[in-house]
């Protein structure tokens, strides 16, 4: 069995966070994990991807376009922008919030409307969430912890290999103690919304 | 990051963390650097757990230092470590290739972080064509795992050999994240006694000439090691057609690849010759698979012709293998033509929805902004060549501050400068972060002093090493490792390099710097501004950011938009008509607000 995670976003959004989180519950299951991760430069603002591989006989930190059971997109444009590396029978989250660049602000590109983005991801999969995982986040008590939400959602994916405990105490293990009650709540709200789908 | 200091137990480590342990069971006594990414990581763990595993660590002021720090340990009895990116080897090349002569006592392991595809680099070099031109051996891991387990077997071949080993890696390797076993460390011998050898260690030409000669003696015994090593092995089924391969992309032909026998190669300097002479006699074909430079290629190919081989050798210099950027998964999976390759699921298309670009950008309320905006003002309409160096900074080449006309090194703006200085009638403003200019600004500084070069020396100085992950540099003085030293101010060395005209100000008062930038360019002869104002981003990760978010009157705004285009701020943005701010990403530098034409933006209530 191999499992396929691509992470994408913007630089501070937390996608580093989230890909650890991943590959140790995928550890603590007794699992291999393969994992590429963005330092440096590109953390400034810019695109950042990284790619989470669990199973048994993994070996490659990179996974092949078409090849990734699951994206995760922190940011609707950049969950667009990097959909080839899912097949038509994977999954798609995507956070619904956008972040606008400087290049839109600077007149060199504009940024589409959110309904633009999500319809471009569902005229080429049909397995796509949309999540407003800020306003999730603020329901579960903490804008912070859209995160925690985004992490909820993947583990409620059909097929997603690991239990949604074996996440929850990754997640938790990676959080401060005194947020651990808001994190618990934002990671329900988030594996609630792709069980309802 | 006290897991790493774990006698046992099975970690995720990043692939810096897996080297960083290495260094821990190898028993490593002293390591020194300058930070550079993909290499940054393992500084950063070294800061704190280097006293708690008996280790000595510094940062260095530049590369060469580090090597000669190093170099010095293991010539008296202490393993060492020596780790930079791959421009930083060639900093560091002159020390390194002497060493190369004189050989060490103790192990001593050098890693040079390479970036193919230029992830956060200049360029992509090749640095495997060191260990050729040191005639050093070499290692190259695959995996976290395999870095790790090679640490500690390059202390053994350094010091079986008494020469530097070369730890070659990769950014995939370095940032890739892999699960590791533990194993016991021992507690690192970081004292000696150094034992006086002029003979080897003097390299006055009547001695280099017998270390040269002792040179090509240790690479004859290094070959016997690499024949013998298992970290060259073959893997998979007995097949017509071969694949040799190293470094990270050996992963990807691994699990891509179908029905093929691989020689693995991770001892590359030297090539071992006699496994690669049996396995080409086993084969129609061969392809090689490394990133870059066709290194082994050309390697493989001189011994099937020194043994009359007829096989034929797939590769870069066939055109059937790319020569730039790092390779992938995809890059195995296009190779169906010449090599059983795995299916794999069809990606989807990408619909044709136009995105936004989103390159990296300097960061909201970055001090930098200021001090570009203010050049930019002193230089006046006909504006000035614009020299700049290595650092965030860099960054300020995009649109709309555009101040940057030529970077090629560390230190080089400086140098630069003074070549634009003298062959044109052109302002001549050069840009170097704090950290660089301790690094490699200071030789170039005197130089435009002592040779009467006129231009202007903007000193960024935003209190640490940013672009790396904020680490300390002289200008802030050392506190880790159980070691303070005081901050070494910047305006006295400037001033006892010999500049006259130097002044400090702070970036966030635009007035001011604006100012001082006037009358630096309007100074006849050399000037240098130091506009000095700490990182906010590092002010936060220590949470001494204090900031008020500032926000704009919109009955005031006349959307004159010269905030918006002219500062480029993250948390300053277009909604509609309205220009706003991000309160979440404001830090409250208030510098848009001095921007603003008509006093519209200022401090929220």
Redesign the interface.
């Known amino acids: 069995m191999k499992y396929n995670i691509q992470l994408v976003g913007?630089?501070g959004q937390g996608v580093l966070l989230a890909?650890?989180v991943l590959?140790?519950a995928a550890?603590a299951e007794g699992m291999?994990?393969?994992?590429?991760?963005?330092?440096?430069?590109?953390?400034?603002?810019?695109?950042v991807q990284c790619s989470v591989r669990i199973g048994r006989?993994?070996?490659?930190?990179?996974?092949?376009?078409?090849?990734a059971d699951l994206l995760l997109g922190f940011e609707p444009?950049?969950t667009?922008?990097s959909?080839?590396?899912?097949?038509?029978?994977?999954y798609i989250i995507t956070n619904t919030a956008p972040v606008?660049?400087?290049?839109?602000?600077?007149?060199?590109?504009?940024?589409?409307p959110l309904e633009?983005?999500l319809e471009?991801?569902r005229?080429?999969?049909d397995h796509v969430v949309a999540i407003d995982a800020t306003a999730k986040a603020i329901e579960a008590g903490r804008?912070i912890t859209a995160n925690a939400v985004l992490i909820g959602a993947i583990a409620a994916v059909k097929g997603f290999p690991l239990s949604k405990q074996r996440v929850l105490d990754a997640l938790l293990a990676a959080v401060p103690a005194k947020a651990r009650d808001v994190n618990v709540r934002a990671f329900d709200l988030g594996y609630q919304e792709v069980r309802r789908e | 990051m006290d897991r790493l200091l774990a006698d046992s137990g099975r970690l995720l480590l990043l692939g810096n963390e897996a080297i960083t342990r290495g260094l821990i069971e190898a028993g490593v006594g002293l390591a020194a650097t300058y930070p550079g990414t993909p290499s940054s990581e393992v500084g950063k763990l070294l800061e704190d757990l280097a006293a708690p595993a008996g280790m000595y660590f510094e940062y260095s002021v530049n590369e060469k230092v580090a090597m000669e720090v190093a170099g010095a340990a293991a010539i008296s009895g202490v393993r060492s470590f020596a780790f930079m990116k791959h421009v930083g080897v060639n900093v560091a090349s002159d020390a390194l290739l002497t060493l190369a002569y004189t050989g060490v006592r103790a192990g001593m392991v050098v890693m040079t972080a390479d970036d193919p595809s230029c992830h956060s680099s200049q360029s992509e070099q090749d640095n495997r064509y060191y260990a050729k031109l040191g005639l050093l051996p070499m290692l190259e891991p695959s995996s976290p795992a395999e870095a790790r387990d090679m640490v500690v077997e390059a202390y053994r071949i350094s010091e079986l050999l008494s020469v530097p080993v070369i730890l070659r890696t990769t950014t995939r390797v370095n940032h890739a994240r892999g699960v590791v076993d533990l194993h016991k460390a021992p507690r690192p011998v970081a004292k000696s006694t150094f034992e006086k050898d002029p003979k080897r260690f003097v390299t006055v030409p009547a001695n280099a000439r017998t270390l040269r000669i002792e040179q090509l003696k240790r690479m004859e015994h290094a070959l016997k090691l690499s024949e013998t090593s298992t970290l060259n092995h073959i893997i998979g089924t007995t097949s017509r057609v071969g694949v040799i391969a190293s470094g990270v992309s050996f992963t990807y032909a691994r699990e891509w690849l179908n029905d093929v026998e691989i020689l693995k190669l991770g001892f590359t300097s030297p090539v071992p010759e006699e496994k690669v002479r049996k396995f080409l006699a086993s084969k129609e074909k061969v392809v090689i698979i490394e990133e870059l430079e066709p290194y082994l290629e050309d390697e493989v190919r001189r011994i099937a012709q020194q043994y009359h081989l007829n096989v034929d050798i797939l590769g870069k210099r066939t055109g059937h293998l790319p020569r730039a950027f790092e390779y992938s998964p995809d890059l195995i999976l296009s190779l169906k033509d010449i090599l059983p390759v795995k299916s794999e699921r069809l990606p989807v298309s990408q619909p044709d929805t136009p995105l936004p670009p989103r390159p990296p950008v300097l960061c909201a309320g970055c001090p930098h902004r200021a001090s570009f905006y203010a050049a930019k003002k002193a230089a006046g309409p006909k504006g000035a060549i614009y020299s700049t160096d290595i650092g965030c900074y860099t960054l300020g080449v995009q649109p709309p501050m555009q101040c940057a006309d030529l970077t090629l090194c560390m230190g080089s703006s400086i140098g630069a400068a003074g070549g634009f200085a003298q062959v044109t009638d052109q302002k001549v403003i050069a840009f170097i972060g704090d950290s660089t200019f301790f690094h490699a600004g200071i030789p170039p500084l005197i130089n435009a002093v002592y040779n009467k070069h006129d231009f202007v020396l903007v000193i960024l100085d935003n209190r640490t090493t940013a672009m790396t992950g904020h680490q300390p540099n002289p200008g802030v003085g050392r506190e880790h490792g159980g070691i303070e030293t005081p901050a070494l101010p910047l305006e006295p060395i400037v001033r006892a390099c010999g500049v006259d005209h130097v002044r400090t100000v702070d970036p966030y008062d635009l007035k001011t710097t604006v100012e001082a930038m006037k009358e630096a360019v309007a100074h006849d002869g050399m000037s240098v501004v130091i506009a000095e104002h700490p990182c906010p981003l590092l002010k936060r990760k220590e949470g001494k950011l204090t900031r008020s978010a500032y926000g704009i009157d919109q009955d005031k705004c006349v959307r004159c938009y010269t905030c918006v285009s002219r500062l480029s701020c993250p948390a300053i943005s277009k909604d509609g008509e309205n220009v706003v701010i991000d309160v979440t990403m404001c830090i409250g530098c208030g510098v848009c607000a001095q921007v603003c034409p008509k006093s519209a933006i200022g401090v929220r209530e």
Do not use: W
Request: hydrophobic share 35%; no cysteine; proline share 6%.
């Open positions: 913007v630089g890909s650890t590959g140790n550890v291999e994990a393969a994992m590429s991760e963005v330092h440096g430069m590109a953390q400034r603002g810019g695109s006989e993994i070996y490659s930190p990179l996974i092949p376009k078409g090849g444009a950049e667009l922008r959909v080839t590396s899912v097949s038509k029978d994977s606008v660049p400087i290049s839109v602000s600077i007149g060199q590109g504009t940024y589409p633009e983005i471009a991801l005229s080429v999969n804008a």
